[in-house]
């Protein structure tokens, strides 16, 4: 290929030590090229003459790897974006498990029915393995030293717990169901009423960082529709 003046045009290639031959250093170029970002719109028959080594590929176009580039980048924003979507959608179904379960426990007559719906509810609509209602008073109450000494250890600073409990824990809250991980809310305006336990048969499921607000409205709902209930 000729330019105008008849003479033909030749690949630049980016030699490692161009410095020395023009008495440039990649600093100066690299620092031009930076603060004059449309040099090569300006100038298209130089961008057409360079080349890249590429320990790939060999010589490819600036347009080429600028374009490769882009679309790697496009690439990974389409994945973080299909994971915050994932989330999103994950999210909304939880919300909506919560808010159909508050309203349905506020239909109940029972502290039996009110076990029956969680279960029911946690167990089939989120996958969780274990739900049980251990209570402070009644014929099956928890036993008083145990209480203490559960919510000594995990209830110090919240009345909420996330997390992994000791083999003699989950045999006192959740007896042979099976709990690698839990979520358990201690009950009552006094923490005096019981703790609602769940668990998952993933390890990992329920972590220390989690968040508490629907949590927090399920607390609220079974602190006010407890008290007073056949069964407490």
């Not at 028959?45 to 490819?60: C, N, Q, S, T, Y």
């Not at 939880?94 to 502290?111: A, F, G, M």
């Not at 919240?158 to 099976?178: A, K, M, N, P």
Request: negative net charge; contains cysteine.
């Amino acid at each position: 290929m000729s330019d105008a003046s008849g003479q033909s045009k030749r690949p630049v290639t980016l030699e490692p030590n161009y410095d020395e031959a023009f008495g440039l250093t990649a600093e100066e170029v690299r620092a031009f090229l930076l603060k004059h970002p449309d040099f090569f719109a300006n100038n298209p028959d130089i961008l057409e003459r360079l080349v890249i080594p590429h320990e790939e590929k060999g010589a490819v176009s600036l347009v080429e790897r600028q374009s490769e580039q882009l679309r790697k980048k496009v690439r990974q924003l389409n994945y973080k974006l299909n994971q915050l979507i994932g989330v999103a959608k994950q999210n909304e179904k939880i919300y909506r498990v919560y808010t159909d379960l508050n309203v349905e426990l506020l239909r109940c007559k029972s502290v039996s029915e009110i076990q029956y719906k969680l279960e029911s509810v946690l167990q089939e609509r989120l996958n969780l393995h274990s739900v049980v209602l251990q209570l402070f008073k009644g014929p099956h109450a928890m036993q008083e030293l145990q209480r203490r000494l559960i919510i000594e250890k995990r209830f110090k600073d919240s009345t909420f717990f996330f997390g992994r409990l000791s083999q003699h824990e989950r045999q006192v809250i959740f007896g042979e169901e099976t709990a690698e991980s839990v979520a358990l809310i201690l009950l009552g305006d006094n923490h005096d009423m019981g703790i609602l336990a769940v668990g998952s048969d993933d390890a990992s499921h329920f972590t220390p960082d989690m968040d508490t607000l629907l949590l927090k409205q399920l607390q609220e709902v079974l602190n006010i529709t407890m008290p007073g209930m056949p069964g407490y």
